[in-house]
């Protein structure tokens, strides 16, 4: 990928012409994690990564707690042997006990204990590409909306929260991915 045209691209497209040294930052740390780690897979799962995260942070590509942490939902609230509240938090607005368990595993990370680890751009940036990719949250992952026959931008918002917002996080992550491929 050319960085200089992916940067130049997404301040134009999606930033309106600025981008904050923070957002700077956060989308440099997520390039990095993928090509260390997954530059040989689709790049659509780049960008819907890129597209759900644009989205989950409101826009600042850094890990935010969710709006009203929690309250009113049924993860909202305090429980387990710490009696802390799973709202979400992170890129992609980690929720519920059980998916805070599951990436404190795959991490090393007691987020079970300390939920705000989440919050931390080293963690939050493997939660997100681990979970979309292995289906951690909700059972199913990037390769079953794109795939060498499919690509299914919309439905593609499974992996992370049913179909909240999937037309608009579809087409944010379309524009990630013309920055990605350089078509327009």
Do not use: C
Not at 93 to 114: C, E, F, I, P
């Amino acid at each position: 990928m050319n960085r200089e045209f992916f940067f130049s691209f997404v301040r134009a497209q999606l930033f309106g012409g600025k981008l904050k040294p923070s957002q700077f930052n956060g989308l440099t740390e997520i390039l990095d994690y993928w090509d260390a780690r997954l530059a040989a897979k689709d790049d659509r799962w780049l960008a819907y990564a890129l597209g759900t995260a644009y989205h989950e942070t409101d826009k600042t590509f850094g890990p935010i707690r969710e709006y009203g942490r929690g309250k009113g939902k049924a993860y909202g609230i305090p429980t387990g042997p710490h009696g802390h509240v799973y709202y979400g938090r992170g890129l992609v607005q980690l929720t519920w006990k059980d998916n805070y368990q599951k990436m404190s595993a795959k991490l090393g990370a007691d987020m079970v204990a300390d939920p705000d680890l989440a919050l931390k751009l080293s963690n939050a940036v493997p939660v997100m590409f681990l979970g979309m990719e292995q289906g951690s949250f909700t059972g199913v992952g990037f390769g079953r909306y794109f795939n060498a026959t499919k690509g299914d931008w919309v439905n593609a918002r499974r992996i992370i929260n049913g179909t909240d917002k999937a037309n608009i996080i579809a087409d944010e992550a379309k524009m990630f991915y013309a920055a990605i491929s350089h078509t327009v």
